[in-house]
């Protein structure tokens, strides 16, 4: 199975619906720290589990770049096409 | 002109709402003389100190104060210089060999702080390839050395063993060395890392296992050396990491390791080499602190009765402390209302201890976090419990037919 970042944005998107605190309406341009109030801890929790239900580690310095949902399926496929 | 400060208008507006709620800024305490090790004088009034991290009260050791005393007269007050220039006397090379000596390893780096030794250790070990496993719940000090390596930085859920296996089996394959960072004690919740577990996913796994012992030092372990020696993996551990300024009541970091490459460390490690030395008078009680640990075994079983005695008494008046018996025992609270209320109450009636507020916790939950000494009495240690009844009564944490 290969994922695709429209695949990934997708399900990151479905597992942020699942926290009520999260807004409706959001896509994957949404920017993850200002858009839906995630500090970085919550960043990184919650990255932590896109990691376990996609068998990838994200490293922390690749964070730093990242904005929206869309970044972070970017980054996500193409660490799982390097592995 | 765009400001450069506007990026504290959040630390200002939460910092105003909580002097607002509380009457006073929590993280301005001042203690105004220490009175003994668990006495201090706070607003002109005595005041139990249950949040100061000296467990075993060596700051006041007469042993250690001598020293110090005797050091500034002979050396004078400070070395002006780094570790690799003309910072190092005879003193630093022999708390060195005393401190290897005492875990029992090849050589020891003695830094200026416990932060600079984490910062220190963990940017200079890993390298660019190489993949640094940190538990989730890690001290400031660590994340911070992780963010001056050039090194891939993973995170695993806080004390899971099976977690780390689990992230360090996704690198199979790769290149690069494995450090995986753990500490003994967590500072904020007292929780005590399963070390014995760590060590086996470290075996199986070919990595490098470094542990920062600040809170377990001096505290765990038949000679004090922490969780490991507690644990019985001492051999499994590459580095440990840990600071003078909790148990031994002074100040300054080490590392303790066997590889011998530790000597090239020095020469690698910015925050060993651009920052002055400790100077004399630190060195010389730190050594004399050392020696008051070594002698006095006793204090560890203190502070453990101590510890159980309080934390029995958090459960029995209903608080929501931590599982563990540990020296660092925390108060969970629910929302930031009752916790500010909550620990204002305490030092109007006479007990201080750490207010923890979110990010700092790990669960977006505010703490109020003790630290237990071995020499609280045991009448102290009641009455904190019962100021902590009150002052849970008086902020609505505590419910008075239960309580
Ligand atoms: C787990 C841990 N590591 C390191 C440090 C740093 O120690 P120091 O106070 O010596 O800088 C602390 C204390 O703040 C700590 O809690």
Known sequence: MSDTIESVSALIIEKLLANPKVPRDIDGNCKIMEDLAFDSLAVMNFVMEVEDTLDVSVPLDKLADIRTINDLAACIVDLKNKG | ?403
């Open chain 2, 1 to 403: 002109m765009t400001s450069l400060f506007a990026k504290f208008n959040g630390t200002a507006s939460a910092l105003g709402a909580l002097v607002e709620a509380g009457g006073r800024n929590p993280f301005g305490v001042v203690i105004e003389k220490p009175l003994s090790s668990t006495v201090g004088l706070i607003e002109g009034r005595e005041t139990l100190l249950f949040g100061t991290n000296n467990y075993l009260g060596l700051s006041q050791s007469a042993r250690a104060i001598k020293a110090a005393q005797d050091a500034v007269a002979h050396y004078g007050v400070g070395t002006t210089g780094s570790r690799i220039a003309n910072g190092t006397q005879s003193l630093h090379r022999k708390l060195e060999t005393q401190i290897a000596a005492y875990f029992k390893r090849r050589d020891a780096m003695v830094f200026s702080t416990g932060y600079q030794a984490n910062l220190g250790m963990i940017s200079t070990l890993v390298g660019k390839d190489d993949y640094l496993i940190l538990d989730a719940d890690s001290h400031a000090s660590i994340y911070d050395g992780s963010r001056l390596s050039p090194a891939q930085v993973i995170r695993f859920r806080h004390n899971d063993a099976d977690d780390l296996h689990k992230r360090l089996k996704r690198l199979d394959g790769t290149p690069g060395a494995k450090l995986v960072v753990v500490e003994g004690i967590y500072s904020m919740t007292g929780n005590v890392a399963p070390i014995a577990e760590m060590a086996q996913v470290k075996r199986e796994t070919g990595s490098y296992l470094l542990v920062d012992e600040a809170h377990s030092f001096g505290v765990m372990g038949e000679r004090g050396l922490g969780v490991a020696e507690a644990a019985g993996v001492e051999a499994d551990v590459d580095f440990v990491v840990g600071t003078f300024s909790k148990s031994l009541g002074t100040v300054g970091g080490y590392c303790v390791s066997d590889h011998p490459e530790l000597e090239f460390v020095r020469l690698n490690c910015r925050p060993y080499m651009f920052t002055a030395s400790l100077p004399p008078e630190v060195i010389a009680a730190t050594m004399a602190a050392l020696q008051d640990m070594e002698a006095h075994p006793e204090l560890r079983t203190q502070l453990m009765d101590n510890a159980a005695r309080l934390h029995a008494g958090f459960h029995r008046i209903g608080l929501n402390a931590s599982r563990q018996v540990s020296p660092v025992i925390a108060v969970t609270l629910e929302e930031m209302g009752q916790a500010i209320v909550m620990w204002n109450r305490l030092l109007e009636l006479g007990v201080y201890v750490n207010l923890s507020v979110p990010p700092a916790t790990p669960d977006h939950r505010p703490l109020l976090r003790c630290s237990v000494m071995a020499t609280h009495t045991p009448a102290q240690i009641d009455q904190a419990i019962d100021i902590f009844r009150q002052a849970g009564l008086d902020a609505g944490v505590l419910n008075a037919s239960v309580a």
